[in-house]
């Protein structure tokens, strides 16, 4: 299995306040990306990272900030948390054959906003 | 909007039957890619097909591309209670249509019951 951690797994916020979610891997890919899934949505991209510092938006990335400072991390923030983004948010790592190759996906973080 | 759409939506199948997936999609690709998620968990990647290959064999599972039709079929073999799962098709439009960045359909849901 592709080295790909999430923090934290669960998190209940409330509407207003800030949340970062966390994605570690062990595996050097290049391309990392964050997804949201949704009952009758399937998953959709939210940000992905093409390099250290080099990230870009995707289909629905209003209300979402991404950073990755380093090759191993890449951070998901909600700047200020609502009820519809409560959501389970995955994030996954693609390898050497570049973005559009098979993707690897981490565990998931469940994130309820009241 | 979503690429692919997968149907049927929800499948259920004795042990031991064939079961069957389908995908469409909208536009021209460069591979389309089937992936497997338990409830709960990430999704795994299956199989990637590329658009200039009409059929693809992995185990039990059997993938067959028709880009005249946009279209794409999944097929399980012999089919197990623990191929339980849904089952997402996603394509990689390439770097003019979607910067190589996956869109995945909603998925099937496949129950095989023991």
């Known amino acids: 299995d592709a080295g790909i951690t999430q923090s934290p797994r669960h998190k209940v916020t409330e509407t207003g306040t800030p949340v970062t979610l966390r994605c570690h891997q062990t595996e050097n890919h290049r391309y990392m990306y964050w997804y949201r899934q949704d009952p009758g949505h399937g998953l959709r991209l939210i940000h992905y990272s093409y390099g250290v510092k080099d990230t870009d938006k995707g289909e629905v990335s209003d209300g979402y900030s991404v950073s990755r400072s380093k090759t191993e991390d890449f951070l998901l923030t909600l700047e200020s948390a609502t009820s519809s983004q409560t959501s389970v948010y995955f994030c996954?790592?693609?390898?050497?054959?570049?973005?559009?190759?098979?993707?690897?996906f981490g565990p998931g973080t469940r994130l309820t906003v009241t | 909007s979503q690429q692919g759409e997968e149907d049927p939506q929800a499948l259920s199948i004795q042990e031991g039957e064939n079961a069957t997936m389908n995908c469409s999609y909208k536009?021209?690709?460069?591979?389309l890619q089937w992936y497997r998620q338990n409830s709960g968990r990430g999704l795994v990647h299956l199989i990637l097909?590329?658009?200039?290959?009409r059929e693809k064999h992995s185990g039990r599972l059997r993938v067959t591309l028709d880009t005249s039709k946009k279209s794409s079929s999944l097929l399980i073999t012999a089919s197990r209670a623990a191929d339980t799962a849904s089952y997402f098709c996603?394509?990689?439009?390439?770097?003019?249509?979607?910067?190589?960045?996956?869109?995945f359909g909603e998925g099937t849901q496949l129950t095989v019951n023991p």
């Open positions: 097909i590329r658009s200039n290959e």
């Open positions: 996603a394509t990689d439009g390439g770097w003019e249509t979607s910067g190589s960045r996956l869109t």
């Open positions: 996954a790592i693609s390898g050497i054959q570049g973005a559009g190759g098979e993707q690897y």
């Open positions: 536009t021209s690709i460069n591979n």
